[in-house]
């Protein structure tokens, strides 16, 4: 069974809206917890890093929150554009491994 | 630093034939990974160097996946003979896993898209 659980699967939503993607992590004891965002044809590209100990990391129009101790996290994507689109990863980074454990993404598409 | 460069972007080749995918990581960081993605599996790790030392291979699918790390500069992954079912995008990410400790981030290529027919 995978560590890190990601939903939706996919969502579609209108330009200028705002999304929310959620991540259920398995993951213990862990280091820290990033948002990867991939676009298509292009490799995975860090948007956030939380430590257990935060809450809440913003990255301009992306808003990360961290809750360690239901093991969820969740992306806020506010007043989205088109070039949002794009899949986003949940990695989990366990403590004192070099192993990331990888959500199988939410693909978000942008509509004008 | 211009990144993680890979080559070749894309890759199709026939069943049977030797695949060769190339790195090249960020100057400086000493750990390098391989990465396959499919849509069914997501990202899994195949293989991880740490100062061009294979720690952990046991990602690696069959014998016909091998790789290399010569230097501190340059990675291959090598499939001999490929099968329709090795069709996948292939990254490398590294990272600085000395200085920063376990927290530093896993920087990808652009990733190498392998078609075997």
């Known amino acids: 069974k995978n560590q890190v659980e990601q939903s939706p699967q996919s969502l579609i939503i209108l330009e200028g809206k705002n999304c929310t993607l959620q991540?259920?992590?398995?993951?213990?004891?862990?280091?820290?917890l990033r948002w990867y965002k991939q676009d298509t044809g292009r490799g995975p590209v860090s948007l956030t890093i939380m430590t257990f100990s935060e809450n809440t990391k913003s990255n301009g129009r992306y808003t990360a929150t961290l809750d360690a101790d239901t093991k969820q996290s969740s992306l806020h994507i506010t007043a989205s554009q088109l070039s949002d689109s794009a899949s986003y990863i949940c990695v989990v980074i366990p403590y004192n491994d070099y192993k990331l454990s990888f959500g199988a993404g939410t693909t978000v598409t942008v509509r004008a | 630093d211009a990144g993680v460069i890979q080559s070749p972007r894309h890759e199709v080749t026939e069943m049977g034939q030797e695949v060769t995918l190339r790195c090249k990581p960020i100057s400086g960081h000493n750990s390098l990974f391989w990465y396959r993605q499919t849509m069914m599996r997501g990202l899994e790790l195949l293989i991880y160097f740490n100062n061009n030392v294979p720690i952990d291979d046991s990602g690696m699918p069959e014998d016909r996946f091998s790789a290399k790390m010569p230097n501190a500069s340059f990675s291959t992954l090598k499939i001999q003979p490929s099968e329709p079912r090795d069709s996948a995008v292939y990254f490398c990410?590294?990272?600085?896993?000395?200085?920063?400790?376990?927290?530093?981030?896993?920087?990808f290529g652009q990733g190498t898209r392998l078609t075997v027919v």
């Open positions: 990410a590294s990272r600085d896993l000395g200085t920063g400790g376990m927290n530093t981030e896993a920087f």
């Open positions: 991540c259920n992590y398995t993951v213990s004891p862990f280091s820290n």
